[in-house]
């Protein structure tokens, strides 16, 4: 992920079988510093979602029980895009998202 300075969908995928996500971790190279609002990642098929706001170079969602079924496409989106007027945006995320099969 290059930049949380606009919305939209970062990546996606289908698992096969169904699953249930456990955790999501969020490390920056570029840490948020001076933002007036602070971006927010959203896992997403749809129906079943979770929230993470990013306010560090590190961000963890803690244990998470998010089941989804086989087939259906579930999105990594940036929901809410950072604003830091005079500060740094957050920038180069890696993403990861655990996962059990069911």
């Known amino acids: 992920m290059p930049a949380f300075d606009a919305t939209g969908r ?3 995928f289908t698992p096969d079988g169904p699953i249930t996500v ?9 840490a948020p510093a001076g933002c007036q609002t ?3 990642l959203r896992i997403t098929d749809g129906t079943t979602s979770q929230a993470l706001t990013v306010n560090s170079a590190s961000e963890d969602s803690g244990a998470l029980s ?4 086989a087939g259906t496409a ?3 989106h940036v929901s809410r895009a950072a604003v830091c007027a005079g500060g740094t945006a957050p920038a180069s995320a890696n993403v990861v998202v655990q996962y059990k099969g069911r």
């Open 10 to 12: 970062a990546g996606v």
């Open 22 to 30: 456990t955790r999501i971790e969020v490390q920056l190279r570029t």
């Open 38 to 40: 602070n971006a927010r």
């Open 66 to 69: 998010l089941d989804y079924a």
């Open 74 to 76: 579930i999105g990594l």
